[in-house]
């Protein structure tokens, strides 16, 4: 809530601020400039578990195995990343600023766009770290509002400064948790006793019944945007959530792709409702209208959906 009164300060200045830039540099040029930025070439090695891109003040941390934890591949992971984010941030730009294939959106979202612009243009350091096997989450982003020591992922969230993402390469790749107990494994898992200790101990699993994560570009675009102060809610817009199913064709759990494009098309009609943008200095009465236009069971509808 305090996010949202935020934006309303905010939202004359950076309007104003928007349309002076445009004078010098439209936000497509600015989106190119970042863009061409995220280059996987352009990677310095600042330590040995870090690698970083110096014109962008980005830093990724232990992303050696990025994306899915196996090491075999001979490309640093790092440089996938950079690719992903740059994937990313090239097709949510677009659709946020209304070049995308879904069509022009409510002008709320072209601000969106040029605050995340003006972040990453910003001197700031922004970090992604990379850890294994160590949290629920696939992913989790800061909030400018810092992390809550109540959340279930702060013992992750805490060892970043925002704005930061933490990825687990095991949650992404669909690798089996090692942190389970034998029984869990027996009666849940189905594993024999031997292949336990060669998931101990040897390789990990990697049952088909997890899932791996394949949208990757959506979901750091989805990351990126909690840095801007969304978050999560049932109780109000869940931008997160309806820029990667709107800009990055639906959800990652869900294989039928007529039932990810219905799901895409309510998104991207929700990101159009003018009556529900244009509420957004006015917390309250975009909550009542969040949840008397049935906005708030569109995610529980998609849930149903899950392949899983
Ligand atoms: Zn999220």
Not at 64 to 79: F, I, K, L, Q
Not at 128 to 153: H, N, Y
Not at 292 to 297: I, R, S, T
Request: proline share 3%; hydrophobic share 35%; with cysteine.
């Amino acid at each position: 809530m305090r996010n949202l009164f935020c934006g309303v300060g905010l939202l004359a200045v950076c309007w104003c601020g928007l349309a002076q830039a445009q004078e010098f540099t439209s936000l497509a040029d600015r989106s190119q400039a970042v863009l061409a930025a995220l280059d996987a070439d352009a990677l310095i090695v600042t330590s040995a578990e870090e690698r970083s891109l110096d014109s962008l003040s980005l830093h990724l941390q232990q992303c050696r195995n990025y994306p899915y934890s196996e090491t075999a591949s001979g490309v640093h992971g790092s440089r996938i990343l950079i690719a992903d984010l740059r994937q990313g941030l090239e097709t949510g730009m677009r659709c946020l600023s209304g070049d995308g294939p879904m069509g022009r959106l409510h002008s709320y979202h072209e601000y969106q766009a040029h605050r995340l612009l003006l972040l990453f243009e910003a001197r700031q350091a922004k970090t992604v770290k990379c850890v294994e096997d160590a949290m629920f989450a696939t992913a989790v982003a800061t909030g400018p509002r810092g992390s809550s020591i109540e959340d279930p992922l702060y013992r992750q969230l805490r060892t970043v400064e925002h704005p930061a993402i933490v990825i687990d390469t095991y949650r992404l790749g669909g690798v089996l948790s090692r942190q389970f107990d034998d029984e869990t494994y027996r009666s849940f898992f189905h594993l024999a006793d031997s292949q336990i200790i060669e998931h101990r101990h040897g390789q990990p699993l990697r049952p088909a019944n997890l899932h791996r994560y394949k949208n990757r570009s959506g979901l750091l675009f989805h990351e990126v945007i909690h840095w801007l102060g969304h978050e999560h809610s049932a109780l109000y817009p869940d931008l997160a959530h309806l820029y990667e199913t709107c800009c990055f064709a639906g959800s990652d759990y869900i294989g039928d792709a007529r039932r990810n494009r219905e799901h895409q098309e309510t998104a991207c009609d929700i990101l159009r409702d003018d009556e529900l943008w244009s509420s957004s200095h006015r917390p309250y009465r975009q909550m009542r209208l969040w949840h008397l236009k049935g906005y708030d069971a569109f995610k529980g509808r998609m849930r149903a959906d899950y392949d899983l």
